[in-house]
């Protein structure tokens, strides 16, 4: 299947620092790519659609100033959590597809695991 | 509103016997899709099996297949000749035709397979 590749895997900053986390479609151009939360044990939440070359739209409760998406290119979106605190620690995935290929599915990325300290 | 319910949080099952992951939603749509997703200890998500709304057929992916009953909107996964590597969680979830990205998921149930 194709392949999206998501980096960092694991990041561990500072509260009050801004991370980056970058997905990236390796084998396909990723018109529409999606960002998920985790909690422990919990399922995955939808936090944003973001399709290229416009503005990410954001889920009902999730803070467009504090989770910037950008999504410039087919192949690359990147998530910045903002001025992170604790509460910010999670697992965040991303999936990614291409709109353009008919019953194509969308594939995950590897994940990355937040610590905020 | 979509949602989509798993009642079991946790199955266990023998190797090589069968076990079915139970799966039920609501929704208004008419055009839709449903999949299953495993995801092991690593965290990976992993399509298991998908199941378009319009089909009537089950899906089935090797050892993997489903009970689709649209009208009862139930959709459970069953596993068969179980193996230790099925160990993981199990989620159901749902998109709204056309998108297949834009997904809801359940709760997730917690399979162990048993040597």
Same mark, same amino acid.
């Given at each position: 299947?194709?392949? +999206?590749?998501?980096?960092? @895997?694991?990041? !561990?900053? &500072?509260?009050?620092?801004? +991370?980056? !986390?970058?997905?990236?479609?390796?084998?396909?151009?990723?018109?529409?790519?999606?960002?998920?939360?985790?909690?422990?044990?919990?399922?995955?939440?939808?936090?944003?659609? @973001?399709?290229?070359?416009?503005?990410?739209?954001?889920?009902?409760?999730?803070? &467009?100033? &504090?989770?910037? !998406?950008?999504?410039?290119?087919?192949?690359?979106?990147?998530?910045?959590?903002? @001025?992170?605190?604790?509460?910010?620690?999670?697992?965040? !995935?991303?999936?990614?597809?291409?709109?353009?290929?008919?019953?194509?599915?969308?594939?995950?990325?590897?994940?990355?695991?937040?610590? +905020? +300290? | 509103?979509? #949602?989509?319910?798993?009642?079991?949080?946790?199955?266990?099952?023998?190797?090589?016997? =069968?076990?079915?992951?139970?799966? #039920?939603?609501? #929704?208004?749509?008419?055009?839709?899709?449903?999949?299953?997703?495993?995801?092991?200890?690593?965290?990976?998500?992993?399509?298991?099996?998908?199941?378009?709304?319009?089909?009537?057929?089950?899906? =089935?992916?090797?050892?993997?297949?489903?009970?689709?009953?649209?009208?009862?909107?139930?959709?459970?996964?069953?596993?068969?000749?179980?193996?230790?590597?099925? =160990?993981?969680?199990?989620?159901?979830?749902?998109?709204?035709?056309?998108?297949?990205?834009?997904?809801?998921?359940?709760?997730? #149930?917690?399979?162990?397979?048993?040597?």
């Amino acid at each position: 299947g194709a392949v +999206v590749s998501q980096h960092p @895997s694991r990041v !561990i900053c &500072k509260s009050g620092t801004s +991370v980056k !986390i970058e997905c990236r479609s390796l084998d396909f151009q990723a018109t529409t790519m999606f960002w998920y939360r985790q909690f422990p044990k919990q399922s995955l939440m939808l936090m944003a659609t @973001s399709n290229e070359g416009s503005k990410a739209t954001y889920e009902q409760g999730v803070e &467009k100033d &504090k989770f910037l !998406i950008n999504h410039a290119s087919l192949t690359l979106s990147t998530l910045t959590v903002t @001025s992170a605190h604790p509460e910010d620690s999670s697992f965040y !995935i991303c999936s990614a597809r291409d709109n353009r290929v008919m019953n194509t599915e969308a594939f995950f990325g590897q994940g990355t695991r937040l610590t +905020v +300290v | 509103a979509q #949602t989509v319910t798993q009642s079991q949080p946790e199955m266990s099952v023998q190797e090589a016997e =069968t076990v079915t992951l139970s799966c #039920t939603y609501d #929704t208004s749509e008419s055009n839709y899709y449903l999949f299953w997703y495993k995801q092991p200890p690593s965290r990976q998500m992993i399509l298991v099996i998908r199941q378009e709304a319009y089909k009537q057929q089950n899906a =089935t992916e090797n050892r993997f297949s489903v009970n689709f009953q649209k009208a009862a909107k139930s959709f459970s996964l069953k596993i068969s000749d179980s193996q230790l590597g099925d =160990t993981a969680m199990y989620f159901c979830a749902f998109s709204i035709g056309g998108s297949q990205g834009n997904l809801i998921f359940g709760k997730g #149930t917690k399979l162990s397979v048993k040597p």
